[in-house]
Every structure is written in C-alpha cells, then in structure tokens.
T-cell receptor
C-alpha cells in the first residue's frame, strides 16, 4: 500500500524553538505539499515542491521554510516557533494534480 | 485564482437516510475536482475525482458526485448513510499550470453527524 509517513503524530515545542516536521513518501511522486489545518479555516497550503531542490510558496508561507534534498523527503521548518503556529500539519504527495493527493496522518503541533 | 465554497459547516443525517453535501467552485477553465474524507485524528482520504468525461462519477464507500458546469457545483451524494460515514468532508479544486503542479484549494469542510 502506498504511503506518506509523517515522523511525529504529536509534538510539543517551546516558543522560539526551531522545529522540523518530516514527511516521506514511497510512491516516487514528483510533487509534495505541506498544509496546515485549523478549525473553521480548512486546509491552507504552506509550501509545495514539484522537484528535488525546487519549492514554491503557497498561500501562507510566512514563518515557514522547506527543504527537499531527496525526492522522497519533504521537510517543513519553523525557524522560530510561535504560539500561532499551533496547528495540525498535513503532508501530501502527488503524481500530478489530476491524480489527486495521498495524505499523511498529520502532525499535531502545539507551541507553548 | 480558484476557490471552493462548502456552504454547510455541519450536517446531521439519520442512519439509512440519503445524503447530499454541497460544493461550489470558482475557476476559469475546466477544473480538477475532488472530494476527500477525514476521520477524527487522521489524514485525508480521496473519495472520488472529476476532470472530464461523464459528469456523474463514482467513488469509494458508495459515494458519488455530479459535476454541473452551469451551476459551478460538484455535490457529493450517498443514497444511504452508515454510522461509519460520520467524518469531515472536504471538496477541493485544482489546476495544472503547465510548469508544475499547483496546490489544491480546499473548502473549509462539512462536518457530517449521523443520528442513530
């Protein structure tokens, strides 16, 4: 079964910490995405990548960066975590828009 | 830019009753359209998708959706719901830019509650 794996289900970090959220896919997909999900706001695109070392800003990139050194791995980085970044983070991968996305199970991040 | 509206935040349906979840989109050309389901604490699972061809598409778990271009809608239906259908449902629209994959734009979701 194809998979997108997010390294942590739950994470608690302190304000100001540098936080890494890791995502790995085993489907050889070109495209990978990071979304955050908040009640009443749905899913909002943070960053996406359509190739190794390529990245594009989504709708809410402020306060985040990403890294894609290998095709299967896409990391989301919070340079200096803040309480307003407390959220559910969802990673997804895709062979192309028409194929839809495969999502990971999510990482619930709490910044205290 | 594309956008998606799911007018109903919550819907309550009795077990065994029919279901329709509404989705309206805004996009200049023919979009890719998707419905996803999210169980509590889980990621999203693809139910069905539409790009071209037959406007009535069948998905997993007995769901179907109908694309109506004139109404810019892509409503999700199920003839008889089960308690296990209780979840959050997301409609999404996507486009292909030609230079890479654009991110999907999601609606804010509809929370489905099943009454016994």
């Amino acid at each position: 079964d194809v998979k997108v794996t997010q390294s942590s289900r739950y994470l608690v970090k302190r304000t100001g910490e540098k936080v890494f959220l890791e995502c790995v896919q085993d489907m050889d997909h070109e495209n990978m995405f990071w979304y955050r999900q908040d009640p009443g706001l749905g899913l909002r695109l943070i960053y996406f990548s359509y190739d190794v070392k390529m990245k594009e800003k989504g709708d809410i990139p402020e306060g985040y960066s990403v890294s894609r050194e290998k095709k299967e791995r896409f990391s989301l980085i919070l340079e200096s975590a803040s309480t307003n970044q407390t959220s559910m983070y969802l990673c997804a991968s895709s062979a192309g828009t028409g194929f839809g996305y495969t999502f990971g199970s999510g990482t619930r991040l709490t910044v205290v | 830019a594309q956008s998606v509206t799911q007018p109903d935040i919550h819907i309550t349906v009795s077990e065994g009753a029919s279901l329709e979840l509404r989705c309206n989109y805004s996009y200049g050309a023919t979009p890719y359209l998707f419905w996803y389901v999210q169980s509590p604490g889980q990621g999203l699972q693809l139910l069905l998708k539409y790009f071209s061809g037959d406007t009535l598409v069948q998905g997993i778990k007995g769901f179907e959706a109908e694309f109506k271009r004139s109404q810019s809608s892509f409503n999700l239906r199920k003839p008889s719901v089960h308690w296990s259908d209780a979840a959050e449902y997301f409609c999404a629209v996507g486009a292909y830019s030609g230079g890479g994959a654009d991110g999907l734009t999601f609606g804010k979701g509809t929370h489905l509650i099943i009454q016994p």
